[in-house]
């Protein structure tokens, strides 16, 4: 990965449960993101926190992120076994056109019913 | 809500061959980004158009080429092509630098 890697690189949880991937990442950002990719689907976004949040909640995702570490985590609260999936972080260092998205190696996690 | 188009899904080609991808961004962004993601790999970022230019290349070989069009379509031209190239390759489309969405991917293999 040129940017961020991702820890675990596997999880396996129950449903019902609470799933957490980190992200770290490598240059200044201004913002990161989480992506959601179904096995050998297209990327799906999840939710975007600039440099200047701290913590940010949508529904049953949490993401913090603390720039001083250069790290990010994903909370997933009570997890399904529709949340199986790869999760990527990926990272905007320009925000302006053309910036490109630096992904993460993902974290592979698998919710058992 | 109109989505990425990219087409084709599924491409099977041999060493050597060309192929040529295409993509459809959303209508109305200005923005196309290609990324290449290998079997277990995370994406990988390849090139970007803004209004018709390029704005910023990553990884992508010299064997690799690509436009995007008056009609904010872009494609991806790739030749001499060798089994490493085998993976998916994702458009994703913008307005501004915005949010980027991603399309379903192309499923490239070289045997």
């Known amino acids: 990965s040129q940017q961020g890697e991702e820890d675990p690189q596997a999880l396996s949880i129950q449903e019902g449960e609470n799933a957490t991937m980190n992200c770290s990442y490598k240059t200044s950002i201004n913002n990161l993101q989480w992506y959601r990719q179904n096995s050998g689907r297209g990327l799906v976004h999840l939710i975007l926190i600039r440099s200047n949040e701290r913590e940010k909640h949508s529904g049953r995702l949490r993401v913090t992120l603390d720039t001083s570490k250069k790290s990010s985590s994903l909370l997933i609260t009570a997890s399904r076994a529709a949340d199986t999936a790869s999760y990527f972080c990926a990272t905007d260092d320009r925000g302006n056109q053309g910036g490109k998205l630096i992904f993460g190696q993902g974290t592979e996690l698998s919710v058992k019913p | 809500a109109a989505g990425v188009i990219q087409s084709p899904r599924h491409l099977i080609k041999e060493k050597r061959e060309t192929a040529t991808l295409k993509c459809y961004p959303i209508p109305r962004h200005d923005t196309v980004y290609w990324y290449q993601q290998g079997p277990g790999q995370d994406p990988q970022f390849l090139i970007s158009f803004y209004e018709k230019m390029q704005s910023d290349k990553g990884s992508i070989p010299d064997r690799f080429s690509a436009q995007q069009f008056s009609d904010y379509h872009s494609e991806l031209n790739m030749s001499s092509l060798e089994l490493g190239d085998s993976a998916l390759y994702f458009c994703?489309?913008?307005?501004?630098?915005?949010?980027?969405?991603f399309g379903p991917g192309t499923r490239l293999t070289v045997t």
């Open positions: 994703a489309s913008s307005f501004a630098g915005g949010l980027r969405y």
